[in-house]
């Protein structure tokens, strides 16, 4: 598991950190929430990914990887960004990962 931006050098490294942020935003036990998510288009190419964490009592977190900027954007439960982080290993969406994200 990924707890620091650092330690991030995979995809799965990326979703295990964003998974990690979000479940310590509301104090939530990472193992009881699956997060799930969806690629993000761009004239017809992945641009990215967003991530969203359901909660308990109606609580969704979620948060945002712009693959051309390499960059990450932590949303609140009320929708608001609370936290934007650059990634500094490159990381890059292939084909196998992009399908499985689907």
């Given amino acids: 598991m990924c707890e620091t931006l650092d330690e991030v050098r995979t995809l799965d490294d990326l979703r295990a950190y964003i998974h990690?942020?979000?479940?310590?935003?509301?104090?939530?036990?990472?193992?009881?929430f699956r997060m799930s998510e969806m690629q993000l288009m761009r004239r017809g190419r992945v641009c990215g990914?967003?991530?969203?964490?359901?909660?308990?009592?109606s609580v969704r977190l979620g948060a945002i990887w712009a693959s051309d900027h390499n960059v990450i954007y932590f949303y609140d439960a009320k929708g608001?960004?609370?936290?934007?982080?650059?990634?500094?290993?490159?990381?890059?969406?292939?084909?196998?990962?992009?399908?499985?994200a689907a």
């Fill in 20 to 32: 990690h942020i979000l479940c310590q935003k509301e104090n939530l036990l990472a193992d009881q």
């Fill in 49 to 57: 990914l967003q991530f969203s964490l359901q909660g308990p009592r």
């Fill in 80 to 100: 608001e960004r609370y936290r934007k982080e650059r990634v500094r290993s490159r990381l890059f969406l292939d084909d196998a990962e992009v399908a499985n």
